[in-house]
């Protein structure tokens, strides 16, 4: 079919010596570099691994920042407690039916207080509990305790910073936002 014309050349066998050489250098096996594979895998396997080591000592620094705070918080609480001059208020508490109780640890010598609700009914949407210091020069808020869940609370309050003296604590239902005195249902009232 190529020679339609008769014009093409006819197959010619090539001469021994070349045909030799080609077929020697076609059997001939090169050795074939696999040092860039391999510097390419090492690569990869030195990105991956420092990737994966930045992540991990990021990760763990954010935990060991965390836990850090929580344990400064959990010394603070434990050294309020076994302090010589903390003294231990229980107070029960009723509020819709529910049965509770409020405890303060009240530290003379660092004038804080660590209070604990527990057993305390829900407050309604636009109410919440109100802690009071009762004082020489009237009532103080203390702590506002919005409380969604019947779920216990603790919580770290601070005396007043003006010079009035604590001669008690109270405790009532106020507007969310919370009030300036005591204006909703007086829950408890103790003098100290």
Not at 41 to 65: F, N, Q
Not at 86 to 115: C, E, N
Not at 160 to 169: E, F, K, L, N
Request: include cysteine.
């Amino acid at each position: 079919m190529t020679d339609w014309l008769g014009m093409s050349a006819g197959p010619r066998m090539p001469r021994p010596e070349i045909r030799e050489r080609v077929l020697a250098r076609a059997a001939e096996r090169r050795p074939r570099a696999r040092w860039p594979l391999a510097v390419a895998a090492g690569l990869l396997v030195l990105a991956g691994g420092g990737w994966w080591s930045w992540s991990t000592m990021r990760r763990l620094g954010a935990e060991r920042s965390r836990l850090e705070v929580a344990l400064a918080a959990y010394q603070d609480t434990l050294s309020l407690l076994r302090s010589p001059e903390t003294r231990v208020l229980a107070i029960p508490v009723s509020t819709d039916g529910w049965v509770g109780h409020v405890t303060i640890f009240a530290d003379a010598k660092t004038h804080r207080w660590l209070v604990a609700c527990n057993g305390l009914a829900p407050n309604a949407p636009r109410q919440a509990y109100q802690l009071w210091f009762l004082t020489d020069r009237g009532p103080r808020s203390a702590a506002l305790m919005a409380m969604t869940t019947g779920m216990p609370m603790v919580m770290g309050v601070g005396m007043p910073a003006d010079s009035s003296r604590v001669t008690g604590v109270a405790m009532s239902i106020e507007p969310r936002e919370g009030s300036s005195a005591p204006t909703g249902p007086v829950l408890f009232k103790l003098g100290l």
